[in-house]
């Protein structure tokens, strides 16, 4: 009887002791926990922000790759160079939209540079069919680090520091 072994994958990423994650939106930030979609106020998709927008232009918050590009384009995850996997989710229940107020520029394994032009959002549209425009920004591995810091609250500009990562 032939004996099949395991094939074991190792993946590893590259050792920091800190990495900054920018904001991909201009706007107001909150704190995660102020939201009202329990899901994301109470960490059960990691720790991170609330940005309440100025305009939809989502740019990518770091240098890495997109994991993730949600078919109906209200939601992208990403991993950035060292490891960190984020995912900005932009506004409330607007999956039901069905994509009609967002234009994706990325798509599934795009390679992408910090400030790179993700998503438009259509902010008008999105607030006529009565959603909110509050859009999370989480770090889905929060677990595999011992601190997350929220570096800014307040207003904020594409491309600041809003949270560091502490390996």
Known sequence: METIQPT???????????????????GNVKELSTIEDEVF?????G???????????????????????FPTK?????????????????????VGLNGEAFESFVKQNDRVKKGDLLVRAD????KAAGLSIITPVVITNSDTYRKII???GGKISKGQEIITVKA
């Open 8 to 26: 074991l994958r190792v993946v590893t990423t590259p050792e920091f002791s800190s990495s900054t994650i920018a904001s991909p939106l201009e």
């Open 41 to 45: 106020s109470s960490g059960m998709l």
């Open 47 to 69: 720790k991170g922000v609330a940005i309440e927008p100025d305009n939809g232009d989502v740019v990518s918050p770091v240098a890495g790759v997109v994991t993730t590009v």
């Open 74 to 94: 209200h939601a992208i995850g990403l991993t950035s160079d060292d490891g960190v996997e984020i995912l900005i989710h932009i506004g409330m229940d607007t």
């Open 123 to 126: 902010l008008s549209k999105i």
């Open 150 to 152: 929220i570096s800014h």
